[in-house]
């Protein structure tokens, strides 16, 4: 798990593969992420709106590992957008983690009727980074235009877009705009998550029966194979 990583368009190293906490109850994160950072896991990926920010510091000051070992991304949550807002959320948010600087900040999605805060929030983002508050900064569920919009009114270009992505969803086009920008695209629900279908009964990337034949090929389980993917 732990050793793979991606270089960001800044030149900052992120672990190829993170844990996150989205739905992790706060009363159950300190023990998950110890765990996690017990097993080699270097990159937790949390979130304002997951309420489990202080949880996911304190397992840091637990776990003992020195800071610098240990990639972390937090999300500014849209109620927070707009410059000054922003910069009092990542003030907020680096007060719970305990952290005086955060290795990626990203966007938790763009505000498309009221864009102009979300610019507002970027041009924080930009800031917090030249400031050295942060490692790096990007965007979460940034569709095309929304990217085209950001980069036309911004000056640094967003290290990663975190973009729904796994076998059922491939969203190929928004990956291509991603690496021409020299955008990572960072995979959430990257085993799939639910897959809801049309006559309303869901299923699971894990039970289907191509990513199975492939993991008994060659001795894997199918959530292996699905990483193997994303990272290749
Ligand atoms: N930016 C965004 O808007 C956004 C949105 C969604 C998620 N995210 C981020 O992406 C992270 C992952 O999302 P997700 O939970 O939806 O991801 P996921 O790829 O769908 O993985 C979670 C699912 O995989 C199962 N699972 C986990 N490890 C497994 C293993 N080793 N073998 C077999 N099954 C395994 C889990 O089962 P159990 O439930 O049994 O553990 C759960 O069903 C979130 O925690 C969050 O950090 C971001």
Do not use: C
Not at 4 to 12: A, E, H, P, R
Not at 52 to 76: C, H, M, P, Y
Not at 179 to 194: D, F, R, V
């Amino acid at each position: 798990m732990s050793g793979s990583s991606f270089t960001l368009n800044n030149g900052v190293q992120i672990p190829s593969v993170g844990f996150g906490v989205f739905q992790t109850p706060p009363d159950e994160t300190v023990t998950a992420v110890q765990t996690a950072l017990e097993v080699g896991y270097r990159h937790i990926d949390t979130a304002a709106a997951y309420g489990n920010e202080r949880q996911v510091g304190e397992a840091l000051r637990r776990s003992g590992i020195d800071r610098s070992e240990v990639f972390v991304e937090t999300k500014i949550w849209i109620s927070d957008y707009g410059y000054d807002e922003t910069l009092h959320a990542f003030d907020k948010s680096a007060g719970k983690l305990g952290l005086d600087q955060v290795d990626l900040l990203i966007l938790h999605q763009p505000l498309p009727d009221e864009f102009e805060l979300t610019i507002g929030a970027y041009k924080a983002l930009e800031k917090l980074l030249a400031a050295g508050a942060v490692r790096a900064i990007g965007v979460s569920n940034f569709m095309p235009e929304h990217l085209t919009r950001l980069l036309a009114e911004t000056s640094v270009v967003p290290s990663v877009n975190q973009i729904e992505v796994h076998p059922y969803f491939r969203q190929s086009q928004l990956l291509a705009l991603d690496a021409e920008h020299g955008i990572l695209s960072q995979a959430w629900s990257p085993i799939g998550g639910i897959t809801f279908y049309r006559d309303g009964s869901h299923g699971s990337t894990l039970q289907d029966p191509t990513i199975g034949r492939i993991a008994a090929a060659h001795g894997k389980t199918p959530a292996q194979v699905m990483l193997r993917w994303h990272i290749q």
